[in-house]
């Protein structure tokens, strides 16, 4: 291979690489504040209750705000909007452990869950299109660098918080705010015309087209997700009688989270084989029999941890190719689109997940679990047939 070849090739792999790296820091210190709630608890003296407040705050302004920065992105760029989004994303939120008021905390979440916001899907539709032919398994990749970063964001903030201590945690910003200037040197303009579209929360045109179905499809989807990952550890204390603080419940996580990153990355290379639709649909029925097994399995065994790796990669496989799904829709707004089927299904799955905690205490928790895993069903079936109609519908 000649040398010119070589730095072409490096180039290609270099960019996407890049993009992968900020999506995993920006994703890494939203999952940070997680691991801080004991100690945020402890400083402040805050109730549960309150603790629950900077979740939601953190939760809203990070994913349900997506598609309004996607519109922004279609208008003012898409990498300055990445770039952006990750020097705020990581200079605000790397501030959250020594935050010397509630108050404070409120806004430096708030504030920095909008640069995650920003990031999104300006950073999805740049990999899309560096992506071309393989644009699948790109936003496969790109998906799942999110995936690693929240792994492994916890792991390094209770490090720092156990050897050097918390007072040192704003360092974490440093690689943050390099990363945003590499975007914005090193990254090429990939942008196309820019549409003169008014910027809005929701478009409304999208979410009367084939991409709003294809939300609620990720609602449906993502709300599986989200009961598993936050129902599965009271389940585990509760009615298994494991310690709140078991390896199995760490453990299970684990397994659950990433594997989910790597059915993504497979369905993305897949998609070059078999029909999109086929994946989506058919990775979310295999995913609602797996899910349901883990109930009836002893919990830390081998077949116990085989189901929860199975379930997270099927429930997870589709969420790359109905981002590429409604981009292929809706080319002229694709950064909106990309928003609405990111940040505005997982936060609307957040926010449906309190009703979910009602149900728990009213019938149980393993049932109220199975109800939100049955929503694979309409899911994987609203999903078969927008897209068998929607081949040759292209919103503007």
């Keep these: 291979m000649s040398a010119p070849a070589r730095r072409s090739l490096l180039a290609a792999a270099g960019i996407p690489g890049l993009l992968i790296a900020v999506h995993a820091t920006n994703d890494a210190f939203s999952a940070m504040l997680a691991a801080l709630l004991p100690t945020l608890q402890q400083r402040f003296g805050l109730s549960e209750a309150t603790l629950a407040v900077f979740v939601a705050t953190l939760s809203f302004s990070s994913a349900m705000t997506q598609p309004l920065f996607g519109s922004v992105a279609d208008r003012v760029g898409r990498r300055t909007m990445a770039a952006l989004g990750i020097i705020t994303s990581t200079a605000l939120l790397s501030l959250v452990a020594v935050a010397p008021t509630p108050v404070t905390l409120f806004f430096l979440l708030l504030l920095g869950g909008l640069g995650s916001a920003a990031f999104h899907p300006a950073g999805t539709s740049l990999m899309r299109v560096l992506g071309e032919r393989f644009k699948d398994l790109a936003v496969a990749l790109f998906s799942s660098g999110g995936t690693l970063g929240m792994a492994f964001g916890p792991v390094v903030i209770l490090l720092i918080a156990r050897t050097v201590g918390l007072d040192y945690a704003p360092l974490l910003m440093i690689p943050g705010l390099v990363l945003g200037a590499l975007l914005l040197t090193v990254l090429p303009r ?171 205490q009213a019938i149980g928790l393993m049932p109220a679990m199975m109800l939100a895993f049955l929503c694979l069903l309409p899911a994987a079936a609203l999903a078969y047939l927008v897209l068998a109609r929607a081949r040759s519908t292209v919103v503007a």
Excluded: C, H
């Design 190 to 360: 990939v942008d196309g015309v820019k549409q003169a579209r008014r910027i809005a929360f929701l478009d409304r045109k999208l979410v009367m087209s084939p991409v709003g179905v294809l939300s609620l499809v990720g609602i449906l989807r993502s709300l599986a997700f989200v009961s598993f990952n936050n129902a599965m550890p009271l389940w585990l204390a509760q009615v298994r009688g494991f310690a709140p603080d078991a390896p199995v419940i760490s453990w299970t996580l684990a397994a659950f989270a990433l594997s989910g990153g790597l059915g993504a990355i497979g369905a993305g290379a897949l998609s070059a084989r078999l029909p999109r639709r086929l994946l989506i649909v058919g990775t979310m029925l295999v995913a609602l029999p797996a899910l349901m097994a883990v109930f009836a399995l002893p919990a830390g065994g081998v077949a116990y941890y085989l189901m929860v790796t199975v379930g997270g990669a099927a429930a997870n496989a589709s969420v790359p190719l109905l981002i590429v799904s409604a981009q292929d829709l809706a080319p002229g707004s694709m950064g909106a689109a990309t928003g609405m089927l990111m940040g505005f299904t997982w936060g609307t799955a957040g926010v449906l997940y309190m009703a979910e905690g009602l149900l728990q």
